[in-house]
């Protein structure tokens, strides 16, 4: 009887409306998607990337990083802050060859992207400790080492 609740167990949560919603890393791979209510946090749980809206009143969603740990949630860094999505159909993805495509699902409109760049292994883009969200080569032993960076948002301040 113990395999059968297991199986149950496995079957029923994979199958839960939150789990789709339930990103459990601080990396986004090629082609994985990042939808507007999902989240990614630094390895610490220091930052959090995702989707927000400014203040209590605005339906505008902006993509950027907040500090998770003050009660404030202050935002450190936005990717589109001159183009904000008018509704939760924000979709963030990381394309094989590195660039990170902001789109609103709604139109399939690109709203904020990455500078075009190309990458000698599949790259991943990890929200660091420091809040710096990165594209790197995907090499576990080399993340710190300069020639392996596709794209950081530190190299992008916000306000």
Known sequence: ??????????????????????????????????????????????????????????????????????????????????????????ELTLLPNGVLVLRDSTTDTIVWSTQKRSSRRPPVARLLDSGNLMVIDDDEDDDNQPENYIWQSFDHPGD
């Open 1 to 90: 009887m113990a395999p059968f609740s297991i199986f149950l167990f496995c079957f029923t949560i994979s199958f839960h409306p939150l789990y789709p919603f339930a990103i459990p890393t601080n990396t986004i791979a090629v082609n994985q998607t990042l939808k507007d209510g999902q989240t990614i946090v630094s390895p610490k749980r220091t930052f959090e990337l995702g989707f927000f809206s400014p203040g209590n009143t605005s339906k505008n969603r902006y993509l950027g990083i907040w500090y998770k740990r003050q009660a404030t949630g202050t935002v450190a860094w936005v990717a589109n802050r001159e183009t904000p999505i008018k509704n939760n159909s924000g």
